[in-house]
C-alpha cells in the first residue's frame, strides 16, 4: 500500500468506536458504524465477525472485515479487548468463503424431461412431486498531568498501521486521541466503560486512496480481515462501544467456533424462531414426503429434551415480546423495533467438512439424470418410446429406492469452491459452528455481548442445521 506523507490515517474494524479526522458532519445513517472527515462521511454498511473461543485455554479470537462507502479520505476507530491482543492478517476472501462453505443444502429428486412429455401415467405424479419439491505512547495532558496512555505495541498487519493502548483514565484517552488529531465521536463515558474494565485498545489505520473512486468522488472498499486472539474468562464480543456508531440499529452476522453449539442470552437467543421453526417442519417430515419421518440434524432430539412445558413457556415469551415465528418468512422488528435473532447454519465440524477445505470431497451431491443416453428419436415410434419410458422408469424407481429423501444439493462458482481451502486451518475438526444474525437496536447495546451454550433450562441444544427446511426463510 502506497503511504501517503503527512495525511494522517486510520482504519476501523467491525468492531468499535468512529473517530473524527477534522470538523464533523451530520450523522449518516448507516448498518453499522458512521465515520466523519473534512466535512465528509464514511457508512460501514454491515459487520460480519468470525468468532473462535478456547474455554479451557481461555483464549478468544475475533475476524473482522468492514466495509466502507463514503468520500472521507481519513477516519478510523478503537477496538477494545480484555486483554493485549495478537493481530493477524487473514486471508481477503475469507468471509465470501464462510458463506460459501454455509450455505444451505436442499432436497432435489431426479427429474425426467421425456416421462413429463409421453408418459401419461406420471403427469399428474410428477406435478404433485414437484410441488412437495417447491416447499422445500505516554503524552502529558495540557494541566500539566502525566497522561495514563501507554502505548503497549505497535506494528503492521498486512497493509494496516495499528497501535495498541492501556489507558488509566477516559479524559486521557479521549484526550490522546485529541492530540494525534483524530477527534472523537463518542462521549468519555463511554470509553470509560471500558476502561474500568481495564480493557486495551487498538487503534487502527487505513488509506481510502486505495480504495476504489467512485464517479461521484465517493469510495467504496473491503478492508483485509484481521483477526485479533487474547486472553478471555468469558467468550464476549465488545457491542456497547458500537452503539455510539448507530443511528437506529446495525445488523450482524456471526460464524462462532468452539466447542458447542452457542446463542445469544436471554431475549436475544434464536430459540424464539428456531423452535417453532423445526416444529413446524416436524409435521412435513411426519409424512415422510422427504423420505424419512424424522428430522435433518437430530432436530427431534432437541424438541424431545426441550420438553412440551418448556416448548409452551418458550414460545407465550416469545408471542409477548412479539416474535412470532411466520413459516417461510424472516422476523420483522416489534413494537420497540427489536427483531428476532436467527439460526442461519449450525453444524459439529466433520472430517469429511476439512476434506471439503482440502479439495477431497465434493461440495454438492449430484442429481442422477433418468433420461441420460435418450434423445427425441426415441420416442417417435410407439415401440421405441415404450421401451425408452420403460428404461427411465426403472431408473426413477431406481433412485427413489436409494434415496428416498432426495439428494442434497447446492451450488456456488467453481472458483469459489476452489478457494475454500483458505478456510483450512482456521475451521477445526470436532468444533461446532454456529452461524446466526441479529439485527441491534440501538437499545439492545447498552452492554457487551456475551455469547453463551445453547440450552434452555437444563436442556442442551445439540441440533445441526445445514438443510432447508419447508418452514425455512429465504
Known amino acids: 500500500m502506497a503511504r501517503h506523507p503527512g495525511r494522517k490515517w486510520l482504519v476501523p474494524l467491525a468492531v468499535g468506536v468512529a473517530l473524527l479526522a477534522g470538523n464533523t458532519a451530520p450523522p449518516a445513517k448507516g448498518a453499522c458504524c458512521y465515520f466523519s472527515a473534512k466535512n465528509a462521511d464514511v457508512l460501514q454498511p454491515g459487520q460480519k465477525v468470525f468468532i473462535t473461543w478456547d474455554a479451557k485455554e481461555n483464549v478468544e479470537s475475533f475476524t473482522v472485515q468492514p466495509k466502507f462507502e463514503g468520500n472521507a479520505l481519513d477516519f478510523g476507530m478503537v ?28 432436497r432435489e429428486y431426479p427429474h425426467s424431461l421425456f416421462l413429463d412429455r409421453y408418459d401419461d401415467r406420471s403427469k399428474g405424479k410428477n406435478k404433485k412431486k414437484s410441488k412437495n419439491d417447491q416447499d422445500n505512547g505516554n503524552n ?31 479524559d486521557d484517552l479521549y484526550a490522546w486521541l485529541k492530540k494525534h488529531k483524530y477527534r472523537y465521536a463518542g462521549d468519555e463515558a463511554t470509553l470509560g466503560f471500558y476502561v474500568k474494565k481495564k480493557w486495551i485498545f487498538t487503534v487502527m489505520k487505513i488509506d481510502t486512496m486505495q480504495m476504489k473512486k467512485n464517479k461521484d468522488g465517493t469510495y467504496t472498499g473491503e478492508v483485509t480481515p484481521t483477526r485479533f486472539q487474547f486472553t478471555s474468562k468469558q467468550l464476549i464480543y465488545p457491542l456497547k462501544i458500537t452503539q455510539l ?92 423495533g427489536h427483531i428476532a435473532t436467527t439460526l442461519e447454519w449450525a ?13 477431497e470431497t465434493k461440495y454438492s451431491e449430484k442429481v442422477p439424470n433418468p433420461d441420460k443416453g435418450f434423445k427425441e428419436g426415441n420416442f417417435r415410434s410407439e415401440k421405441k418410446r415404450e421401451a425408452a419410458l420403460k428404461v427411465i422408469r426403472a431408473r426413477m424407481a431406481k433412485y427413489r429406492k436409494k434415496r428416498p429423501g432426495g439428494y442434497l444439493v447446492r451450488e456456488a462458482p467453481v472458483e469459489d469452491v476452489k478457494q ?48 432447508i427446511l419447508p418452514t425455512s426463510p429465504p
Open 79 to 106: 477496538i477494545p479487548t480484555p486483554a493485549i491482543p495478537k493481530l493477524d492478517e487473514m486471508p481477503r476472501d475469507f468471509f465470501k468463503e464462510l458463506a460459501v462453505f454455509s450455505i444451505l443444502k436442499r
Open 245 to 336: 456508531s448507530v443511528k437506529d440499529r446495525t445488523e450482524a452476522l456471526f460464524y462462532v467456533q468452539t466447542s458447542s453449539k452457542v446463542d445469544l442470552p436471554g431475549d436475544m437467543t434464536y430459540q424464539f424462531q428456531w423452535v417453532p421453526m423445526i416444529q413446524n417442519a416436524r409435521g412435513w417430515y411426519a409424512k415422510g414426503i422427504f423420505g424419512t419421518n424424522e428430522l435433518p440434524g437430530k432436530a427431534d432430539d432437541w424438541l424431545e429434551a426441550l420438553g412440551k412445558g418448556p416448548m409452551s413457556d418458550l414460545l407465550k415469551k416469545g408471542e409477548e415480546l412479539g416474535f412470532n415465528f411466520v413459516s417461510g418468512q424472516r422476523p420483522g422488528p416489534n413494537k420497540k
Open 347 to 359: 453444524k459439529r465440524l466433520t472430517a469429511a467438512d476439512i476434506k471439503l477445505l482440502k479439495g
Open 420 to 467: 475454500l481451502k483458505i478456510l483450512a486451518g482456521h475451521l477445526k475438526e470436532g468444533q461446532f459452528l454456529t452461524k446466526f444474525r441479529k439485527t441491534f437496536a440501538k437499545d439492545e447495546m447498552n452492554q457487551d455481548l456475551l455469547i453463551v451454550p445453547a440450552k434452555l433450562g437444563n436442556a442442551e441444544d445439540n441440533s445441526e442445521y445445514e438443510e
Open 140 to 170: 502529558s495532558d495540557p494541566r500539566g498531568r502525566k497522561s495514563t496512555v501507554k502505548e503497549i505495541a505497535s506494528g503492521v498487519v498486512g497493509s494496516l498501521d495499528y497501535k495498541i493502548l492501556k489507558a488509566g483514565r477516559a
